[in-house]
């Protein structure tokens, strides 16, 4: 079965403090797509992140940073001094060869980042 | 870029009646979607196209309907709206290039039922 858990329901932080994103993934297939996604208040979701289950190497982009690691099934996602402009909940999902060829997708994770 | 556009941000109808969202993407993607979001249930599709006057069912099909004429077009139809069709619902669109592309969102619809 294919699922993706993001067992964090609610993050607070206080701007500039770092924080993680878990993002923990079951699938059976060896070929696979990882996605983060950001919904900020506004209700768009905006695509982050593509990874391929081949390519394990990690990912900077500004104060964002991904860290995919395939022996514990983890995309985890890092924000680095964040700003309360990263207020929003943020989606993992997975797509591969079962499942229809369907995104499945996490539950969200919503960061509050005060001032 | 990528613009998917839905026609409505907000919109408030009656139990009963037919309700029509709208969805269009300006950049030729074959592939088009439509989600709805409700809290603790997370995104469920709810019908997909792969190319014009394609569609099939997603995981929760039943009370809506999907039209797709013209290929930067898809619309959602709630052929007789109920409250329990209270909900946000996503477009999306992606190229046809292989399942694993991304896909790329409009604003969403919220939509109120009463």
């Known amino acids: 079965a294919q699922k993706v858990t993001q067992a964090q329901t609610e993050i607070s932080v206080v701007e500039k403090e770092d924080v993680t994103l878990d993002c923990v993934y079951e699938?059976?297939?060896?070929?696979?797509?990882l996605f983060w996604y950001k919904q900020p208040p506004s209700g768009e979701l905006v695509f982050l992140i593509r990874?391929?289950?081949?390519d394990e190497q990690n990912e900077i982009s500004g104060r964002y940073s991904w860290n995919f690691q395939k022996s514990t099934s983890s995309f985890n996602f890092t924000i680095t001094a964040s700003q309360v402009v990263d207020s929003a909940v943020y989606f993992c999902?997975?797509?591969?060869?079962?499942?229809?060829?369907?995104?499945?997708w996490g539950l969200g994770t919503s960061l509050a980042v005060n001032p | 870029d990528v613009k998917v556009t839905q026609s409505s941000r907000y919109l408030v109808k009656r139990t009963g009646e037919k309700v029509f969202l709208e969805c269009v993407q300006d950049m030729d993607h074959e592939n088009m979607f439509w989600y709805r979001q409700d809290p603790g249930l997370g995104l469920r599709l709810i019908y997909f196209s792969y190319d014009v006057k394609m569609k099939e069912k997603g995981d929760i099909p039943e009370g809506y309907s999907v039209s797709r004429e013209k290929k930067e077009r898809f619309s959602l139809i709630l052929e007789s709206a109920s409250t329990n069709q209270t909900s946000m619902y996503l477009c999306?669109?992606?190229?046809?290039?292989?399942?694993?592309?991304?896909?790329?969102f409009g604003p969403g619809t919220r939509l109120t039922v009463l």
């Open positions: 999902a997975l797509i591969n060869a079962g499942n229809n060829r369907k995104l499945i």
């Open positions: 699938t059976r297939d060896t070929t696979y797509y």
């Open positions: 999306a669109s992606r190229h046809s290039g292989g399942y694993t592309d991304t896909q790329y």
């Open positions: 990874r391929n289950s081949f």
